[in-house]
């Protein structure tokens, strides 16, 4: 009898082992996963609209750039690790719409597009961006005359998408001409006037790069009368240019 529930004490000891291991192994893997491959993020402000709403939850191609060691990027309080790269792939390119870490403060990210590259010059004048000299493709595509908005139907590269500008603001009207330091990014937000980017901080490192943003999984949206969140069921599985 002693023998038996001996036997039963040891099977259960085996089977909670084995379930331990396993539950452990799924966890790496999925912080594997997440680190390596595709990590979820959601949007937090409007700095990106028209192509990026608030709610928007977004997968980001943590190897568009190239395979990183797992956990090798890490910003977690004082602890900021540079990313270890077992080999480069693509480039970062115009157009391309990025999750980076803050360089103010590496504990937040940021999205922004890619506008300029290293070694080239930027220059804005009347919100028009100029890059090496050359005004970027913007076609004006509709207003908003209520509050002065207007929408601009921009192509870059193989890349279209739309910037949104508020007409009445002034103050970011111009950026002086400067050049790009190697290995350093200047991004803005598709939402020209709301948005704090480069004009403001200065640019990206490379290093601080997590991955380009590339597919909205889901959006939730508020009702700005009640204050229920709904799901945005008409941006749900929508690729993001």
Known sequence: MSELIEEKILNRKKTFIKMTRDSFIIIISLLIFRSVLFE??????GSMIPTLEIGDF????????????????IALGNINLTPTYLFRTNEVERGDIIVFKYPNDLKINYIKRVIGLPGETIEIKNKEVLINGQKMSEKLIATKNNDNYEYFQTTVNDKEFVVKKDMDNIYKLNFKKTKIPEGHYFVMGDNRDNSSDSRAWGFVPFENIRGRAFFVWFSMKQDSYSGQMTINFDRIFKSIN
Not at 40 to 45: A, K, L
Not at 58 to 73: A, E, N, R, T
């Open 40 to 45: 979820p993020y959601r949007i937090p402000s």
């Open 58 to 73: 977004i997968l980001v191609k943590k190897f568009q750039y190239g395979l990183k060691v797992p956990f090798s990027d």
